[in-house]
């Protein structure tokens, strides 16, 4: 049941993700950023078909789960857990990729060339309730006299 609801899950990721694209494609410029940065500014450009590439890592991403998940279920009896976990590890990560492409075509249509990468980071919990490892390591700034980050 976790592994369709999964599967199905991936599947509306990866279409927002390419409706998205498609939409907001005709109103990209020539160049478009490739890669942003921590502090939310973007430090890779290429030319705009290149904006197609975080679709395609989804793809590849879902098949591997979805290969990787049918083997081991096929092999190792017992193992849906597993499964429903790789399954779950996949839907996150496509969020991930989800989210970097909304941030690159945000900055490709801004002036600024920069977006807040709070919203960004905040798929990094903590339980505790403190800033996550990797917003107290790009966004504070943490002195090097500081405690242990990840402490």
Known sequence: ML?????ALSAAIIL???SQTARSYPELPERVPLHIG??????GFGPRPMIWTLV?????VAALFVFVGRDLAAQTP???GTVAGAAAGSVFILAILWRAQVLLISVAKSAQNRVPMRGFLAVFPRRDGRRDCLERVFV???PASSPAVFG
């Open 140 to 142: 504070t700034r943490v």
């Open 78 to 80: 017992g193992t849906h």
């Open 3 to 7: 592994v369709s609801f999964c599967a």
């Open 16 to 18: 927002l993700t390419i």
């Open 56 to 60: 395609g890592m989804e793809l590849v």
């Open 38 to 43: 921590p502090d939310g500014s973007a430090d």
